[in-house]
């Protein structure tokens, strides 16, 4: 038992070390971010594509040290009730552009009156790596569709996709830290995804066939008593 105290100290000491290192290389980030920026808007030509493919580099960088983060410190503060509605307003105004460029439609089911408990960005966060693997498998005429409902004591919802699909292999090994077939992927994105969902009490699966699409269902407790019928 004592071994196991230790242990978890030690972990506890590790995990604040990683989440500091994390906190102070992103704020050099976000001011180069800026300089760049500022420059790209003076340049023309080969040079403002340069600064561009910089940007993109240094905010794929602040993605993964975010989601580096929330591994390393997963514990929730700031948790409050989350009005489902809402908090899929502010992602979709975040994916609609990504899945814009790729040619992709989204669509939203989401009732006024679903509510869950946890802490408003880590829940944006797992959403948005969810969608953002659907987005990028999506091919000609892609639609992603993302409904909620609640169901007894649950709230459930669904991203379903028409992208590439995944073969058995690859939804074994889905959640593995490091795992990706993407050329740019840092595979982080589903075990961060996960880690959050399990801290909220929820769960999730994933359907997929190759060549159809993929649905993955989330279902977390719902807060609040039950709907009361809108007069
Ligand atoms: P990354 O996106 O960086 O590759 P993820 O952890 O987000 O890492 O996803 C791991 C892998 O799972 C992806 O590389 C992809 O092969 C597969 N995957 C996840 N979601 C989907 C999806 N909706 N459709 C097809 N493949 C998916
Ligand atoms: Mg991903």
Redesign the pocket.
């Known amino acids: 038992f004592n071994n196991e105290l230790q242990r978890s100290e030690k972990m506890e000491i590790i995990s604040d070390l990683a989440a500091s290192v994390a906190h102070e290389v992103r704020n050099p980030l976000q001011v180069t971010r800026g300089f760049l920026q500022l420059m790209s808007g003076k340049e023309e030509g080969k040079n403002r594509d340069y600064l561009q493919i910089a940007l993109e580099e240094l905010d794929r960088a602040s993605n993964i040290i975010t989601d580096f983060l929330t591994f390393a410190k997963p514990e929730f503060e700031h948790i409050k009730i989350l009005h489902i509605d809402d908090e899929f307003r502010h992602i979709e105004g975040i994916i609609s552009p990504m899945a814009n460029l790729q040619g992709g439609k989204i669509y939203l089911d989401i009732p006024t009156d679903l509510a869950v408990k946890g802490n408003s960005s880590k829940f944006k966060q797992a959403f948005i ?2 969608i ?3 987005i ?2 999506l091919g000609d005429e892609g639609q992603i569709h993302i409904r909620a409902y609640r169901t007894g004591n649950e709230v459930f919802i669904h ?1 379903r ?1 028409n ?4 073969d058995a292999q ?2 074994t ?4 830290p490091y ?4 050329t ?10 996960f880690r959050i969902i399990e801290a909220m009490d929820g769960r999730i699966t ?1 359907t ?1 066939a190759k060549g159809v ?2 649905e ?1 269902t989330i279902r977390f407790p719902a807060a609040g008593t039950s709907p009361v019928p809108h007069s």
């Open positions: 790596n969810i953002k693997n659907s990028e498998a991203i996709d992208g590439e699909g995944m690859t939804l090994r889905l959640g593995e795992f990706s077939n993407k740019k992927g840092t595979g982080l994105g589903m075990m961060v995804t994933f997929s699409g993929t993955s």
